[in-house]
């Protein structure tokens, strides 16, 4: 009987024990990693907070504590306003910028998507709030900027427990358990993360910066996954407009800057994605075509202030006989790349992609129901179509020149310093206002004599008469 | 325990059976001390009234950890009476009722283990008026505190911080003898724990907002008026504002008034018409009392959200020349309805600035990274923010009790009705603002004396950045007969 008794007590013990364990179990999991789909219905709500997989690892920051960290370190980011210093295209009312996400990983995590660097914005003028262009190149967002601001957070001291639950207590009550898991495992585990990523990304602290608007694009794959040795190839170059990308492909055009990539849209969308940090075993393939087959068809936004439509008639004569070989739909060279030799633009970012990497790109998905087979070494770069060109200075690959009438002069006639990032548009000169006080204090200053700067060749046109140059710039803004 | 007990001899087994009970007692005396310990400091019970107007007036938003205590608050001017300008509170231009001890807009709520002080609504939304200058203000809630002086007030609490006698051993029997009757316990959290966590408080907000409210460069907002929006940037988002350019921290804005609310539901709110959900308007707002979306009593809010709905526009308190209003009627259905009256299609919607062209610091410092800013306010909560906006100008107003809301234009740059149906060049240059003496002549307050009743009053200059009396010309070129018909009219609104 007594031994009877013992026994049940052992397995009642055992019993609940069990159920303990389950129930902690449940609670971690449903706390920790029960994920959440998040689903835009509209393709462009879609492509602007839609994941692409970022969430996972890599950048992902906890969304109350990204809330909170430019609350906490301020001095971190460029200047008052927040994320909005940064950059951000920001719609208001919306809780995050354009281009971060919010899925919940058992807690709401932010991550980046295509957006973050493929959204533009404009402003008539400095107190005016600016106009959002999605699918544009954001040449006002800084990158490199954003982080570095969650590097220099991460490594401080301060980004511990106490200082971030304290800066999160008076915005929102996350519960006593929640808090716990911020405690200890969120936030050390968001720490140790941004700290990786960090060291990940220490190759880019010895070359010059990127600025604003400019990304070194392949660099860090190269050297965070496709296992080629960091060299010291300096790859900063602007980012680039990703509307209307059907006639692109149905014409079997080059992608990319240097053209290293032609034929499928999908080798260019999954490897940007890889290049966001999301991992080939994560990516959401189905989202990604989502967003592959929304590109083919984004608009071109037209310009939006005045065209005197008899000038830029003018200018279009201009055009087909000194531009449109390279960059018209039906010319014969366009989307094809040009020897640098030819060209003469600064050839740094052409050098930082290398055959090796060529190699590693080609066979690093070959497990995978996706793969790689187009990715190539050029020696020169693309001429790409000028849809939308009013929208994607500054110009050429590395944004060193300001406007499409400074592009027009020879390059010692180019501004040899200006400022780049402010989003007020000069609408004499067709790029943004790179000079003057405003520009200076939101810009970010690029000097072309800062390698990978230069702002040297692409010469066609310089020798135009004035009368010719300012029609064909009116022309310009009609594409 | 239990094993000495069983190792225990027989004859010993008192001595520990005793032993026992007094470790028992203890514990148990513990326990009940730490729940007595527990439930003083953990309770949350705000002062409550039922009246709805006392409610107002003295109820708690739940915005006490951002002000002082109450003892310490009333000790504060009895220690440091050179900091105000003049006799006590009441020389800020606070409202005191006969018989009250706190002056309105000021709420008392017990929370973690003390009395706790905090602002309300009616801080910065009840107003006084005077007929005579011998007679005694009268009080009228929910209009704009036209004579008080809230920049003084936030100075007044910095400089005491910065005092070297804000200390415990100065303070407690300042407290005591102004009648805190403190326990032990008390005297021990004031000493040991409060008045230092209040001081250090107090100089983290003045570090904060130092760049808005203790800078030269900055010219100062006066008697009635505020930098509405800065303080936001400076503590809900902790924006470094020694770097925000200044003409930024330019921007000061008379107090609105608050009655009425239930027509103004879809119209563009606040001077540069920024947000059109009354909520949003009121959850911001409280933010501005020092509450947080954690600490705001949602309840209390929406007691008065509720209220103020219905609360009727006060009436014009002197006589009306009926016969002249009436004439002036038709004067206004034509020149301002469209843009004032709730029925006008203009209403609620904003002019730009190159239109109306009054001054443009107040539109420039509500700036476009604030909007966005405030979208990430109230995150995790059903009423986060999605309604606020830049704006390109200033929004058109109702003007349901104008005559309780002179000075006039957003930043209260021209005093009477009368000066503002003039052009700008023969509005005053120069006036003084925040005497409660009414101007019945000229429909706004008594603005050419510079002190009175031992107060002094805000000598306003419109060549000041922020204080620009320009534009809004409208009705500028009536003739006298008719601008006097239109300001009896208005009169009656």
């Known amino acids: ?479 | 325990m239990n094993d000495a007990t069983v190792r225990g001899t027989r004859s010993d087994r008192p001595r520990h059976g005793r032993r026992r009970w007094v470790l028992i007692a203890v514990a148990v005396v513990l326990v009940l001390f730490g729940a007595y310990l527990a439930r003083r400091f953990t309770r949350d019970s705000p002062v409550v009234y039922d009246n709805i107007v006392e409610h107002y007036k003295y109820g708690s938003l739940g915005s006490e950890a951002f002000s002082p205590p109450y003892w310490v608050w009333k000790a504060l001017p009895v220690m440091f009476p050179e900091y105000l300008p003049g006799e006590g509170y009441q020389s800020l231009g606070f409202v005191y009722e006969e018989g009250k001890d706190l002056p309105i807009g000021f709420s008392r709520r017990r929370l973690n283990g003390l009395d706790g002080l905090g602002l309300n609504c009616a801080f910065c939304h009840t107003g006084t008026v005077r007929d005579t200058p011998e007679s005694a203000p009268r009080i009228y809630v929910g209009m704009p505190a036209h004579q008080f002086d809230i920049q003084g007030y936030f100075k007044f609490l910095f400089d005491a911080a910065l005092d070297q006698r804000f200390t415990p051993d100065q303070m407690i029997p300042v407290m005591e003898s102004l009648g805190a009757d403190f326990d032990p316990i008390d005297r021990a959290f004031y000493r040991y724990v409060v008045i230092n966590q209040v001081r250090l408080g107090l100089l983290q907000a003045r570090d904060r907002l130092s760049a808005i409210i203790v800078n030269d460069e900055v010219p100062p907002w006066g008697l009635g008026r505020v930098d509405t929006f800065n303080p936001y940037k400076a503590l809900q988002l902790n924006y470094p504002m020694h770097e925000v350019p200044v003409d930024e921290l330019i921007g000061p804005a008379d107090y609105p008034q608050i009655w009425n609310q239930a027509p103004r539901e879809g119209l563009y709110l606040h001077w540069d018409g920024n947000n059109n959900s009354v909520d949003e308007r009121n959850l911001g707002a409280a933010l501005g009392t020092g509450a947080t979306p954690t600490s705001l009593d949602y309840a209390s809010l929406d007691r008065i959200d509720t209220w103020l709905r219905e609360f009727p526009p006060p009436e014009y308190p002197y006589d009306i020349d009926r016969s002249l209003a009436a004439e002036g009627e038709p004067i206004y259905q034509t020149l301002c309805a469209d843009c004032h009256d709730f029925d006008g299609s203009r209403i609620g919607t904003t002019i730009p600035l190159d239109t109306i062209g009054t001054d443009p610091y107040r539109l420039h410092n509500y700036t476009y990274d604030l909007t966005v800013n405030q979208a990430t306010l109230y995150a995790g909560m059903p009423w986060r923010f999605t309604h606020w906006r830049k704006s390109d100008g200033y929004a058109c107003q109702a003007l349901d009790g104008i005559w309780a809301r002179a000075p006039y234009l957003h930043n209260g740059s021209v005093p009477t009705l009368r000066d503002l149906l003039e052009p700008p060049e023969n509005r005053p240059a120069v006036f003084y603002r925040g005497y409660d003496l009414y101007d019945r002549e000229n429909v706004g307050f008594v603005s050419d004396v510079p002190e009175a009743n031992g107060r002094e009053f805000f000598r306003m200059e419109r060549t000041v950045p922020g204080n620009d009396n320009g534009g809004h010309l409208y009705g500028t070129d009536l003739s006298p007969e008719k601008k006097a018909a239109l300001i009896e009219y208005m009169k009656t609104l």
């Open chain 1, 1 to 479: 009987m007594a031994r009877h008794g013992k026994h049940r007590r052992w397995w009642v013990a055992l019993l609940i024990v069990l159920l303990i364990g389950i129930a902690l179990g449940y609670l971690l999991w449903s706390r920790l990693l029960r994920e959440e789909p998040l689903h835009y219905e509209a393709e462009l709500d879609n492509f602007k907070y839609g994941s692409i997989g970022t969430e996972a690892e890599g950048l992902r920051v906890p969304f109350w504590i990204w809330l909170v960290m430019p609350r906490i370190f301020p001095e971190y980011l460029p200047g008052p306003g927040g994320y909005v210093s940064l950059g951000f295209a920001w719609e208001e009312g919306h809780e995050l910028p354009i281009g971060l996400t919010k899925k919940v990983i058992g807690q709401p995590l932010v991550g980046i998507n295509c957006a973050l660097c493929h959204t533009a914005t404009v402003r008539t003028d400095k107190y005016a709030k600016p106009e959002i262009y999605v699918t544009g190149p954001a040449h006002q967002f800084d990158t490199q900027g954003y982080f570095r601001f969650l590097f220099a957070s991460a490594s401080d001291p301060r980004f511990n427990a106490d200082n971030i639950l304290a800066a999160i207590a008076p915005n929102y009550d996350m519960g006593f358990i929640d808090r716990m898991l911020y405690r200890y495992i969120l936030i050390p585990q968001t720490r140790k993360g941004l700290l990786e990523f960090q060291q990940e990304m220490s190759w880019m602290d010895d070359r010059p910066e990127w600025g604003r608007g400019r990304i070194d694009p392949f660099n860090p794959a190269k050297f965070r996954y496709l296992g080629i040795p960091v060299d010291d190839t300096i790859g900063n170059a602007d980012n680039m407009s990703v509307w209307n990308m059907g006639p692109k492909v149905q014409n079997g055009y080059h992608y990319h800057w240097d053209g290293l990539l032609d034929g499928p849209l999908q080798e260019v969308v999954l490897s940007s994605a890889l290049g966001d940090s999301v991992t080939p075993d994560t990516l959401p393939l189905d989202n990604l075509e989502r967003i592959q087959s929304f590109l083919m068809n984004a608009p071109v936004p037209p310009y939006p202030f005045d065209v005197d439509e008899e000038l830029a008639s003018a200018g279009a004569q201009v055009f087909l006989n000194n531009c449109a070989d390279c960059h018209a739909i039906g010319g014969s060279r366009t989307g094809s790349v040009i020897p640098i030799e030819e060209v003469g633009t600064d050839r740094h970012r052409m050098d930082s992609w290398t055959e090796a990497s060529v190699t590693a790109y080609n066979s690093y998905a070959d497990e995978y129901s996706w793969s790689f087979s187009h990715f190539q070494k050029n020696e020169g770069y693309n001429a790409t179509l000028l849809d939308g060109i009013w929208l994607r200075g500054p110009y050429l690959h590395n944004g060193s020149v300001p406007s499409l009438t400074d592009l027009l002069e020879p390059p010692q006639s180019r501004p040899q310093v200006f400022w780049r990032g402010y989003d007020v548009y000069d609408q004499e000169r067709i790029g943004f206002v790179t000079q003057g006080e405003d520009a200076e204090r939101y810009g970010w200053r690029l000097d072309v004599s800062v390698p990978g700067n230069s702002n040297s060749g692409h010469l066609y046109g310089t020798g135009l008469t004035p009368e010719e140059k300012r029609s064909l710039v009116e022309y310009l803004k009609t594409l």
